[in-house]
C-alpha cells in the first residue's frame, strides 16, 4: 500500500481547483456564520467575493493565537453547537486553553487524513498500532486513534505513561507500529535495556509515528537504532485539526502537506509578507475542509520551509522541511538566536552521551547564562573528573564553534533529567520569572 487515497496524487493543476474552490466555500462560511472573521472581512479592502486564485489568499487577513483566545471558548466556531460532535483543547499552561470544535463530517475526513499518514509511516490493515499519545483534551491520542482504525489496523488505546507495562503489552501483543512523542519513544527504548528485552528480537515494531515536538534527524538515528525500527515525523496541531497536517513520507525528506485540507505559506514573521518555496519562515495554514472551526490564515509560529519539488514517492502534496522550533521557542542569548533543535543537533553527534539534555537560562548581573546539561551514557558514565572535564570542554567548544556562544555545560548522571511521557521540556527559561525574557 503506497498511499490511501488518490487524491494523494492529485495532478497539480486539479489540485489546485480543488483548493480554490474549497477556499472559497470557506470563506463564504466564515462570513456567514462568524461575526469574528465578518468584522475582519468589512475592515480589509479585499472581501471574499473577490477570491479569483489561490494568490489571492495573501490579501486576507491573518488570525492569531490572541485570536483565539479572545473569542474562547466557541466564539470562533461556525456551526452551531448542536452539530459539534468533539471539542478538543490545547493545556493552556501559557494562557487561556485554544479550543476547537469538530463536527462529525469533520471527525471523519481527520480520521482520513491520520489514516494517510499511517499508511506513509507503512502502515495497513494488518498492522497493530500502539497509541501512546495521551487521550484526552489532548489530540494526539484520539487523533491517531481514529486514523488507525478507519484503516482497519488493530489499535491499542494505551495513552501515555505506564511504560513498563507499555513495553510488556507491545511484547504480548506484537505491537507492529508505535505512535507516541519521539522523547517518550525514547524512554521506552531506555526502560526496554534496562528490563532486558532486546528490540531486534522480542519486538515486531517496523515504524514509529512520532511528533508532536520538535526532533532532530539525529534524535532519528539514535531512535531508529534503539528501537530497530523506521521512524517518520508526523505534525500538526489543534487548532486546525491535530495530527494528520502533514507527514513524511519513506523517502524522509519533507512532511507532504495534506492540501486538500490545508493551505500552507511560509511568511516572514516580522513583516508578514509571503516567502518563496525554499526560504524559512513561519507556516501559516488555512484550513479548507472543516466546518467545526476554521481558522484563515492561522499563525502557527513553526518554523520550516516550503519544498515544491516532486517527490519520488509520486504524492503530489508540496512538503514542509522538518521543523527547526517555534518562534516563540528561539531563545536570544546574549543577542545570538539559538533554537533548542540547534543544541540537540550537536549533542547527539559527540559520543558518550545520552539523547536526554536540557537547557536552563538564567540571567546573572544583566548577563545571559546558557548551561546545557546532558546525561552520560550508561556505557561512558564516569564520575573521574578530568574525563568530565574533558568531555564538557568538548560539548562547550562545539556550541562555540557552530552557534557562536558561550555555554556552561553541566554533565549529568545517567537517568536523572526529567523524563516526560508526552511532550519533552527542553528549556527552562529562568528570565522569564524575572520578567525579561526576550
Ligand atoms: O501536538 C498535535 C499532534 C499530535 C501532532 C500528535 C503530531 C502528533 P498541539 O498540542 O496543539 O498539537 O501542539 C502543536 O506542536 O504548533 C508545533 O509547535 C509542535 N509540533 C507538532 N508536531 C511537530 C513536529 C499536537 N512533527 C504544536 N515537529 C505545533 C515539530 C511539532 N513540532
Known amino acids: 500500500m503506497e498511499y490511501l487515497n488518490e487524491v494523494e496524487v492529485m495532478p497539480r493543476e486539479q489540485l489546485d481547483a480543488l483548493k480554490l474552490e474549497r477556499l472559497r466555500a470557506t470563506l463564504a462560511r466564515l462570513n456567514e456564520h462568524v461575526p469574528f472573521y465578518r468584522e475582519k472581512f468589512k475592515d480589509s479592502e479585499f472581501r471574499p467575493g473577490d477570491l479569483k486564485s489561490l494568490d489571492d489568499l495573501a490579501s486576507l487577513p491573518f488570525t492569531l493565537k490572541d485570536d483565539l483566545r479572545d473569542n474562547y471558548p466557541f466564539g470562533l466556531f461556525a456551526v452551531p453547537m448542536r452539530d459539534i460532535v468533539r471539542i478538543h483543547a490545547s493545556s493552556g499552561t501559557t494562557g487561556k486553553p485554544t479550543v476547537d470544535g469538530y463536527t462529525a463530517k469533520d471527525i471523519r475526513v481527520w480520521a482520513e487524513l491520520v489514516a494517510r499518514a499511517i499508511v506513509a509511516g507503512m502502515g495497513t490493515p494488518d498492522d497493530v498500532v500502539q497509541v501512546a499519545y495521551g487521550y484526552g483534551l489532548f489530540t494526539g491520542g484520539l487523533g491517531l486513534h481514529y486514523g488507525a482504525e478507519l484503516l482497519g489496523a488493530s489499535v491499542i488505546p494505551i495513552s501515555g505513561g505506564n511504560t513498563k507495562r507499555q513495553i510488556r503489552l507491545m511484547v504480548d501483543f506484537g505491537s507492529t507500529i508505535l505512535a507516541c512523542t519521539p522523547s517518550y519513544a525514547l524512554n521506552m527504548a ?76 511560509i511568511i516572514d514573521s516580522e513583516t508578514g509578507r509571503v516567502l518563496p518555496p525554499g526560504t524559512a519562515g513561519e507556516l501559516v495554514i488555512t484550513n479548507i475542509n472543516k466546518e467545526g472551526m476554521s481558522l484563515l490564515r492561522y499563525r502557527t509560529r513553526d518554523i520550516t520551509r516550503l ?34 533543535s540547534q543544541i540537540e543537533m550537536i549533542l547527539m553527534q559527540i559520543p558518550g552521551l545520552a539523547p536526554q539534555y536540557q537547557i536552563v537560562v538564567d540571567r546573572v548581573s544583566n548577563l545571559d547564562v546558557l548551561e546545557v546539561q546532558v546525561e552520560m551514557s550508561e556505557e561512558n558514565f564516569s564520575d573521574e573528573i578530568k574525563v568530565l572535564e574533558e568531555l564538557e570542554n568538548r560539548i562547550a567548544g562545539e556550541i562555540a564553534t557552530y552557534l557562536g556562544i558561550k555555554a556552561r555545560v553541566s554533565l549529568k548522571e545517567p537517568k536523572s533529567i526529567r523524563r516526560s511521557d508526552g511532550k519533552a521540556v527542553r528549556v527552562i527559561d529562568n528570565r522569564k520569572l524575572l520578567g525579561g525574557a526576550s
Not at 528490563?195 to 534524535?219: C, H, Q, R, Y
Not at 517518520?232 to 487548532?239: H, N, P, R, T, V
Request: with cysteine; glycine share 10%.
Open 190 to 265: 531506555e526502560e526496554m535495556r534496562e528490563m532486558g528485552i532486546d528490540p531486534a528480537k522480542d519486538i515486531k515494531l517496523k515504524s514509529g509515528i512520532f511528533g508532536a515536538e520538535p526532533w532532530t534527524e539525529e534524535m532519528r538515528v539514535q531512535l531508529e537504532a534503539a528501537l530497530n525500527l523506521s521512524a517518520i515525523d508526523i505534525y500538526g496541531l489543534s487548532e486546525t485539526m491535530g495530527p494528520g497536517v502533514a507527514i513524511e513520507c519513506q523517502e524522509k525528506n519533507g512532511l507532504h502537506i495534506f492540501e486538500d485540507s490545508f493551505i500552507p505559506e
Open 307 to 340: 519544498d515544491t519539488t516532486e517527490c519520488p514517492c509520486g504524492r503530489t502534496h508540496y512538503r514542509i522541511h522538518r521543523f527547526m522550533g517555534r518562534t516563540d521557542d528561539m531563545l536570544v542569548i546574549r543577542g545570538v538566536n539559538v533554537f533548542p
